[in-house]
Every structure is written in C-alpha cells, then in structure tokens.
C-alpha cells in the first residue's frame, strides 16, 4: 500500500531538483523516493551496527574466531 506525502522546497532546491531530475530522465516523486529510501537504509544500517557494537561492549569486547563465527552461522563443513 503506497501513502502520499507532500513537501515543500524553497525556490532554489525546486529548481535544482527540476535539472537533476530532468538530467536523469526521472519524475521528481521518484527521484525523493528514492533518496528518502537510500538514507532510511543507511540508517537502518546505523542502527543495526549500533546495536551489535553495544552488545559486544556488553561482552566485553570479546572476540569469537573464525571458525566459532562460521559454526554460529551454521557455515562450517560439520
């Protein structure tokens, strides 16, 4: 299911996001979707990696090697 939104640009940005999108041969709706949705991910991405160093601060810092990795992966040969 899709939801509109509506934004507001200054002068200057509309105009700056008209050549960029007419330059890249995209609809401006697109073009803010795209980079709305590039920097949620990034910050998922943030988060997430947030949430592992706690964790391994919450450990410690131990370290796992290689191979102990590679079995709680369930990547090892056995």
């Known amino acids: 299911m ?5 934004v507001r640009f ?3 940005t509309n105009a700056l996001l008209n050549v960029y ?5 995209i ?3 697109e073009y803010i979707k795209r980079v709305v949705a590039e920097s949620l991910e990034d910050w998922a991405d943030i988060q997430a ?3 592992a160093f706690q964790a391994w601060k919450a450990d410690n ?6 191979q102990d990795t ?9």
Do not use: I, P
């Open 21 to 25: 999108t007419q330059a890249h041969g």
């Open 61 to 66: 810092f131990k370290t796992k090697s290689w």
């Open 49 to 51: 990696a947030d949430q």
């Open 10 to 12: 200054d002068s200057e």
């Open 70 to 78: 590679l079995k709680e992966l369930k990547l090892d040969d056995e």
């Open 27 to 29: 609809s401006k709706s």
């Open 2 to 6: 899709t939801q509109a939104t509506s």
